[in-house]
């Protein structure tokens, strides 16, 4: 059974950082690639970033130096280190995987003063 857990979210100021953690269990972790993804109240999900099996990112424009994406092969866990928080980032973030389109259950980000 494929689960994945996130954690890490909660409430930061404008300019701060946060690292969320997806732990994931019960599939091929190592080759498939990961993702993020984000759902802001009344807005549709979005793809915030990605990460191949080989380590190879991909961020979306609005987020990219601002965020970074890591995975520990050996923990079978993908990170997004997000840095430079805005209030517009305010969203539940969800973990991806590719290999099965498997979910997590979200975690709530909120940027706010």
């Known amino acids: 059974q494929v689960q994945l857990v996130e954690s890490g979210g909660g409430l930061v100021q404008p300019g701060g950082s946060l690292r969320l953690s997806c732990a994931t269990s019960?599939?091929?972790?190592?080759?498939?690639?990961m993702g993020w993804y984000r759902q802001a109240p009344g807005k549709e999900r979005e793809l915030v970033a990605t990460?191949?099996?080989?380590?190879?990112?991909y961020y979306t424009e609005s987020v990219r130096g601002r965020f970074t994406i890591s995975r520990d092969k050996g923990k079978n866990t993908v990170y997004l280190q997000m840095s430079s928080l805005k209030p517009e980032d305010t969203a539940v973030y969800y973990c991806?995987?590719?290999?099965?389109?498997?979910w997590g259950q979200g975690t709530q980000v909120t940027v706010s003063s």
């Open positions: 991806y995987r590719a290999s099965g389109a498997y």
């Open positions: 019960g599939g091929p972790f190592s080759i498939s690639t």
């Open positions: 990460i191949s099996s080989g380590g190879t990112p």
